[in-house]
């Protein structure tokens, strides 16, 4: 059947080592495998490299098409970890993914150190939340490896982001933010083909941030990119709902099929089997199945 024609035209596919991304054909999944021991989704595997393994292996035959793997939790008023102890939690589980499965793999940093070593691991994509603010190198460790690059916003640091933020336009000044991250890494040597942006659900917004960043989600395609959104368990949806985290499924899901609606092309998500079907259904509404 033919497409809608209020769909959100589609950007270039975005190369991940030998996988590419054909954003036309469907919306992508990113399972999230976190190694560490203050996830706020209560799903951290810091110490045990063969859980958060199996858990990927899990997530992709579940229908998840990339993996995310960090080791230093940014929930609101997480600590930082040094760059040793993020070596020591992600690279054995970066290693082991490798020889597990056949999904890219990126690494969830904002320190070149951890990025560069972890695309030596053999990840493809780096995952940067302070979107090259905290670490502009990270750009030239994607550029030097051919790796994908995603650039997410941030208003201040996982420390003191939610300490009231304020905007006076928050999608101008999002998207805004964005285009400066995303004009550094092609600065660096990045194709825009190669950079998706994450509007940065959850960092440093208030609810009514996140839920306009969602409804007005198709404005960010104008920066060229894939657009990725993170809106997985989120508090957002724990304060609409009145529920604690392990009772957000409904709430994701429901942000998950809008945010495909509304132009996303990658969504990163804890529920794997569950939003993968989600996601397959919006894209079969929306006529990009092949």
């Known amino acids: 059947m033919n497409s809608p024609t209020n769909l959100p035209l589609s950007p270039l596919p975005l190369r991940c080592g030998n996988h590419v991304l054909a954003f036309a054909h469907k919306t992508y999944i990113m399972g999230i495998v976190n190694v560490t021991p203050d996830s706020f989704s209560g799903d951290g595997l810091a110490g045990r490299p063969h ?58 940093t904002y320190k070149s150190a951890v990025a560069r070593a972890a695309v030596e691991a053999g990840a493809t994509m780096v995952n940067d939340i302070s979107g090259l603010n905290a670490d502009p190198r990270i750009a030239d460790v994607a550029a030097e490896s051919g790796a994908a690059l995603v650039l997410m916003h941030m208003q201040g640091t996982p420390q003191t982001m939610q300490q009231n933020p304020h905007y006076d336009d928050v999608i101008g000044e999002i998207a805004g933010s964005l285009s400066c991250s995303v004009e550094r890494a092609t600065q660096a040597g990045m194709p825009r083909s190669q950079i998706a942006i994450d509007p940065g659900i959850g960092f440093g917004k208030t609810v009514e941030h996140n839920l306009e960043i969602i409804r007005r989600l198709s404005e960010f395609r104008d920066l060229g990119c894939a657009i990725l959104i993170g809106a997985s368990r989120k508090s957002f949806i724990g304060k609409i709902l009145d529920v604690p985290v392990d009772h957000r499924l409904e709430g994701t899901a429901a942000s998950v099929a809008l945010s495909i609606a509304n132009g996303a092309n990658i969504v990163r998500v804890h529920d794997v089997k569950a939003m993968s079907r989600i996601a397959r259904m919006c894209d079969a509404i929306l006529g990009r199945l092949g």
């Open 51 to 108: 859980g958060a393994v199996e858990q990927g292996v899990r997530m992709v035959e579940d229908g998840a098409d990339l993996l995310d793997v960090g080791g230093e939790s940014t929930r609101p008023g997480s600590e930082q970890v040094t760059v040793q102890d993020e070596l020591r939690r992600v690279i054995p589980v970066i290693d082991r993914l490798r020889e597990n499965v056949d999904a890219p793999i990126s690494i969830d």
